[in-house]
């Protein structure tokens, strides 16, 4: 309903009578950030500096909260936990949000922000990024751990923000919005998680049968095909040019060697279809009789290898910690492959 209003009051506003009419001009950025990051650096253990943005009608404050590393023992070791303001006004609402990784939304607004014309602080999850304490205590790596952290935050924030706060996240982002709710229900005025999952257990096979019902079954099939050729028929020649890419790029594999890592991907392909492709993509599934570059190129769109170089593997390790430990993960069905693999 919010989708279908905001997108009424945008057709209502175009479809006035418009000649002579001025074009839409952003608002301005506020002239009070300054007071803002004033305000917030009084906070202790708070700092907060002001960057270019180009996202319109708001200023950019990087904010950096000092945290302990265990919440049961505020006195002991700290680190410093990143955070992104987006501030347009004393009186807005606040949204709260978490990619529950690094902070890649920066100065970008997300849906929630953009439909209450809110400010909004986008928090960068604990051991991600560049908040990760040194040296890193895994265990201290918990939902309750940044629930805590949440919890500070948003305190913090109600002493400069007296308007309504709301936490939002898509993914991984809405489980940390739902598990810092269940832990401080009365912090915050709303919650709103998009596409949050609950996993019961490490693997969950409840994805499994949930993976057939996706997309047309020609498609599907097509996807299954496809991974079942490339790893009976087309191991080699897949294995031959992730080698020339990790050579060209500069890729390592030393935490999951190159053998596995293509293995993995190839596995991985109709899980990933799903995921981040969808049904309008299954045109584009090559049939089995596609040349080995085809069928490379689709690999790489679908499921790269060097998701599973060295790299990629730092840059989530934190949220393989939590999925073994804590949070649980998807199995990935695609059994059919089982008499295929080398590795397990």
Sequence with gaps: MKHLLATLVVLFAACGDDSGSDPYIPPDPPTDAADVV?????????????????????????????????????????????ASLLYRSGTAPVVVQTSGYWDYYLDRTVELTRLLSANQISIEHRFFGESRPEPADWSKLTIRQMADDQHAIIAALRSVFPGKVVTTGGSKGGMTAVYHRRFYPDDVDGSVPYVAPLSFAAPDVRYAAFLDTLGPAACRQALRDVATNMLSQRRAAMLDRAQTESLQDGLQYTRIQIGPAVEGSIAGIEWAFWQYVGIDGCDGVPPVTATDDEMWAFLQAVAPVSDNSDASVAQFDAYYYQAYAQLGYPDGGATYLDSFLMYG
């Excluded at 002001?50 to 680190?79: C, K, L, M």
Aim: charged share 15%; hydrophobic share 40%; aromatic share 8%.
């Design 38 to 82: 004033a305000k917030l650096e009084a906070i202790p253990g708070v700092t907060a500096t002001i960057e270019p943005t180009e996202t319109a009608g708001y200023s950019y404050i990087v904010v950096h909260f000092t945290q302990p590393v265990d919440h049961a023992n505020p006195e002991g070791a700290t680190f410093q936990q990143l």
